[in-house]
């Protein structure tokens, strides 16, 4: 089996991270190796160990979804950012896209839809 997909899990709502969580663990291919709420928390987490991915929330208190796929971006340019909302819109979309955003999944797809855009994303590295 291929290495696995690392994934850092980055949202300010414990419940919907407890949920993902429990989704990916059920991936063989897919490694989540963190979750935090925050993107300052984020930044810290990456500084001292790599992820493939990062799954970012848009909205956040702080350090929002596109300032820290703008810096994730800048400080290491390998790393995938799938970007994911509550609320989307065609602006939304293109302010991720425009931070480094590989992918955008909407929060309510179904867990199939945002496992197959991880690696997607994934792949395109």
Do not use: Y
Not at 11 to 36: A, N
Not at 72 to 86: D, E, T
């Amino acid at each position: 089996m291929d290495a696995k997909i690392t994934v850092l899990l980055v949202d300010d709502h414990k419940l919907f991270r407890r949920g993902v969580r429990l989704f990916l663990e059920s991936c063989p291919d897919i490694q989540l190796v963190g979750e935090v709420s925050s993107g300052e928390e984020a930044i810290r987490f990456l500084a001292g160990q790599f992820a493939d991915v990062v799954l970012l929330d848009v909205e956040m208190p702080g350090m929002d979804g596109a300032e820290t796929a703008k810096e994730i971006s800048i400080r290491w340019p390998g790393i995938r950012i799938l970007m994911f909302s509550s609320r989307g819109s065609k602006q939304k979309l293109a302010k991720a896209l425009e931070s480094g955003a590989a992918g955008f999944v909407m929060k309510d797809a179904p867990p199939e839809e945002l496992v197959a855009t991880i690696r997607k994303v994934a792949a395109a590295n």
